[in-house]
């Protein structure tokens, strides 16, 4: 999450992907959404690397050594594209194993479309649907959600109809409600601090008290409507990771009390690993070991009271996915690591209907 890889070339992919024929908007799923008999529903995020417009060091003269200019991130993009091209390969190892039918991500999705997501996602068994979020990378370059929400046009796969939204799956009769926010705007250092590389003009006008409320009452709306057996929030930022300190509930507390509410289940990305937390009675997966992972965004595998699990020791964090499946009685939330293999899951959670954690956070 530390790392900047910002999305200027966004501008010009549109000039550099082939225009295939397709609709100005995205393939609305029917009615219901999507309806599968077997396989699982695979998450997926922080991958995007490859493609970055390196700026030159000319071009960084005068500007802060953050986002597009931070030395560390140049230093670490051939790790971050060889990291992200090898867990492409071992992701389409996981979904022809377990037949996966859809993929949702919790954001950091590309710097660009085409070679870090059409010419990379490549294996036959990810010829699915994405539901993709918007993460911090996303929208540092004022074009790029735009061109988020017209990648559709490039490649069928992608679904995106707004800046949020929600979606339903259904496998094998079980029903799964996700709704889809931008969690950056919760971020208020993005805001109001000029030093953060996601400070942005378009934030600030446009990601004011009202547009915050509009996603609050979204979720709250989406999930009371829904008849779903499962019901999530997807976003990008975390309420509860293993990571601590990055998301204030100040911040955060907003959302919280809608997934309270209505016995949400949470996505996110951002830490750059693969982690379950618990607490007030909701789960809390993080996904985000799609290219570069850090250690430290899992605590250097320390575990704290809320942590079930964490895919780190003190010096790795491995990459990898999830794969959500189950019951009408019991979602199965399984992860799958690179380094040991995409036959069996590391670490299987079950999350039951009408959980009760000690845990209070
Ligand atoms: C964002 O877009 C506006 C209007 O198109 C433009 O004036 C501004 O320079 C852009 N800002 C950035 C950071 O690209
Ligand atoms: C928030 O931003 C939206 C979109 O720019 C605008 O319509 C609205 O008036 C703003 N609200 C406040 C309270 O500033
Ligand atoms: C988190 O914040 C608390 C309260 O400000 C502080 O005591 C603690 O040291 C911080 N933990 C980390 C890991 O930064
Ligand atoms: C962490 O895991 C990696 C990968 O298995 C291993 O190479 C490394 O030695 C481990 N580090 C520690 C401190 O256990
Ligand atoms: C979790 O539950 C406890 C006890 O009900 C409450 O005090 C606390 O505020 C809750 N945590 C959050 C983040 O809302």
Request: aromatic share 12%; hydrophobic share 35%.
């Amino acid at each position: 999450m530390q790392l900047s890889f910002l999305a200027t070339a966004l501008a010009i992919v549109l000039a550099s992907v082939e225009a295939r024929p397709a609709g100005h908007r995205p393939p609305h799923p029917p009615h219901g959404g999507r309806h599968h008999q077997g396989g699982k529903i695979a998450i997926f995020g922080d991958y995007g690397w490859k493609g970055w417009n390196i700026p030159t060091a000319a071009q960084c003269v005068g500007l802060p050594a953050v986002g597009n200019c931070d030395p560390s991130a140049i230093a670490s993009y051939p790790q971050g594209v060889a990291a992200q091209e090898t867990t492409a390969k071992f992701f389409g190892q996981v979904c022809q194993k377990h037949t996966c039918n859809e993929v949702i991500t919790t954001g950091e999705n590309y710097n660009h479309f085409k070679v870090g997501f059409i010419e990379m996602y490549t294996a036959k068994s990810l010829q699915i649907p994405w539901s993709p979020s918007i993460g911090n990378h996303d929208i540092v370059a004022n074009t790029s959600v735009q061109m988020e929400l017209d990648a559709h046009k490039y490649d069928r796969r992608w679904y995106m109809p707004s800046r949020w939204y929600a979606h339903d799956v259904t496998v094998n009769d079980v029903k799964y409600h996700f709704t889809v926010l931008d969690s950056s705007p919760f971020i208020s250092s993005y805001r109001t601090n000029p030093a953060s590389p996601y400070y942005s003009q378009e934030l600030i006008n446009t990601m004011n008290a009202t547009m915050l409320q509009e996603q609050i009452d979204f979720l709250d709306k989406s999930s009371a409507e829904s008849d779903a057996d499962w019901k999530f929030v997807v976003m990008h930022h975390p309420i509860l990771s293993t990571s601590k300190n990055y998301t204030s509930s100040k911040d955060m507390g907003g959302l919280f009390q809608i997934v309270e509410k209505h016995k949400l289940t949470v996505i996110n990305g951002h830490d750059h690993v693969l982690s379950h937390q618990q607490g007030n009675n909701t789960d809390f997966f993080t996904v985000g070991a799609g290219s570069l992972t850090a250690a430290s965004d899992g605590n250097n595998g320390v575990y704290e009271p809320y942590i079930k699990y964490v895919a780190a020791n003190a010096t790795y964090a491995d990459n990898g996915l999830a794969l959500l499946s189950g019951t009408k009685e019991e979602l199965v939330v399984e992860y799958y690591e690179y380094l040991k293999g995409a036959k069996t899951p590391s670490y299987t959670a079950i999350v039951k209907q009408n959980r009760q954690y000690n845990i209070t956070i």
